[in-house]
């Protein structure tokens, strides 16, 4: 089976998408939420990854 080997609390579920359109996609148990940020506005993981990793930087490094 194709979504045993991903570890809880993620999962595979039905999302909704702000058009209105239902799609597959992973999803996040609740309980795993607690004291999480919100990446949303990052526009996506790839994003979100990429400034939390600039953020760890020392202020004098440029790309």
Request: proline residues 8%; positive net charge.
């Amino acid at each position: 089976m194709v979504v045993a080997p991903i570890p809880a609390p993620l999962g595979i579920g039905t999302l909704q998408w702000g058009d209105g359109e239902w799609l597959r996609g992973f999803i996040c148990e609740p309980c795993a939420l607690a004291g999480s940020r919100d990446g949303t506005a990052y526009g996506g993981w790839c994003r979100y990854s990429e400034e939390r990793e600039r953020s760890r930087r020392p202020a004098t490094w440029r790309c």
